[in-house]
């Protein structure tokens, strides 16, 4: 048996295995796009392999379905990084957005995983998975997003991990890069330095990066930086050095309690003031989406600082009165 089909072989045990009703012929099909005949080969190998195991039933819709029992399949699971990283990333963004009920079920289902896969297995996919973790800088924000070509995001994965050096074609130009990160916001960035330009970090717009490739090139991190703090410095996920700096917004009496219960950005401190309006103050850069943002508010908010930001939210003559 080719890896290849060994690979396919234990999804489709994974996917008899946690369906309790077991899985049909036309499920096999859809799954993993592939013909009938296909699919009744793929059964045949299943029960071939774990003969004492499977068992095949008539449902009510008078399919034939095949289950998969008493086998830790888990531990046989060859994405248990890959997996634990994306619940790791869901997590950390659920919590960011304050939707606790959504964060206790995933953090239920993660330990779930970590119980099923071998000690060994879990304590790696752990390590590979808050790695991965540090590297994304989760940046949210209301509003559609650019949707990221899911090759290059494995590709970006794995030069994280290593980590290695990339190279793609940018506006035009092949750059071999080192990277440290993404910014996901609106738009993705890769946080990387380009050898060749200096020393300085750059972002590249996921979607306009084309032809990546990670090289067998391994390079040293600088083991300072964080890229939480560094996504910190910006309201979404664009940066602007001669933008940042302090920003304080006053939201009127009527909307308080509403802009109270926003998380505008992980540095910012609250005060109410006398006359019942909601002073918020926090340090970033992004003068444009943050003015994506205050739109919504219409004017139950005023911008005191900074007065490039004021002069943007004024020249707005289409500002009204709706909170998010």
């Known amino acids: 048996m080719s890896y290849s089909n060994a690979m396919q072989l234990l999804r489709l045990a994974d996917l008899a295995a946690s369906r309790h009703l077991g899985v049909s012929l036309e499920e096999v099909c859809q799954d993993f796009d592939c013909s009938e005949r296909t699919a009744q080969r793929m059964m045949r190998a299943l029960e071939e392999v774990f003969p004492n195991s499977v068992t095949v039933k008539t449902s009510d819709d008078r399919r034939r379905r095949w289950h998969l029992k008493e086998v830790p399949i888990a531990r046989l699971s060859l994405n248990g990084a890959n997996e634990l990283e994306a619940l790791e990333v869901a997590i950390d963004h659920l919590e960011g957005a304050g939707n606790t009920r959504q964060v206790d079920a995933l953090k239920g289902l993660k330990n779930r995983l970590l119980s099923a896969l071998p000690r060994g297995t879990a304590r790696a996919a752990e390590t590979d998975a808050d790695a991965l973790l540090e590297a994304y800088g989760m940046a949210a924000r209301p509003g559609p997003v650019v949707q990221t070509n899911r090759a290059l995001a494995e590709i970006v994965a794995e030069a994280l991990r290593g980590p290695f050096r990339m190279l793609f074609d940018y506006n035009g130009e092949r750059r071999l890069v080192e990277p440290y990160g993404v910014l996901i916001g609106p738009r993705r960035y890769l946080v990387a330095r380009q050898p060749a330009k200096g020393a300085e970090l750059r972002h590249f717009r ?90 919504c508010w219409g004017d139950a908010v005023e911008v005191v600082a900074p007065r490039g930001l004021k002069r943007l939210v004024e020249g707005d003559g289409s500002r009204a009165a709706v909170f998010p």
């Not at 940042?244 to 609250?270: K, L, T, Y």
């Open 206 to 295: 996921l979607d306009r990066i084309r032809d990546a490739s990670v090289t067998a090139e391994w390079f040293s991190k600088d083991p300072e930086f964080s890229i939480a703090q560094y996504a910190s410095r910006s309201f979404g996920a664009f940066q602007d050095e001669n933008e940042f700096g302090e920003v304080i917004w006053r939201f009127s009496a009527d909307a308080a309690d509403r802009a109270s219960e926003w998380r505008f950005h992980p540095s910012q401190s609250f005060a109410t003031l006398p006359d019942g309006r909601l002073e918020v103050r926090f340090e970033a850069s992004g003068w444009q989406e943050m003015a994506w943002h205050l739109h």
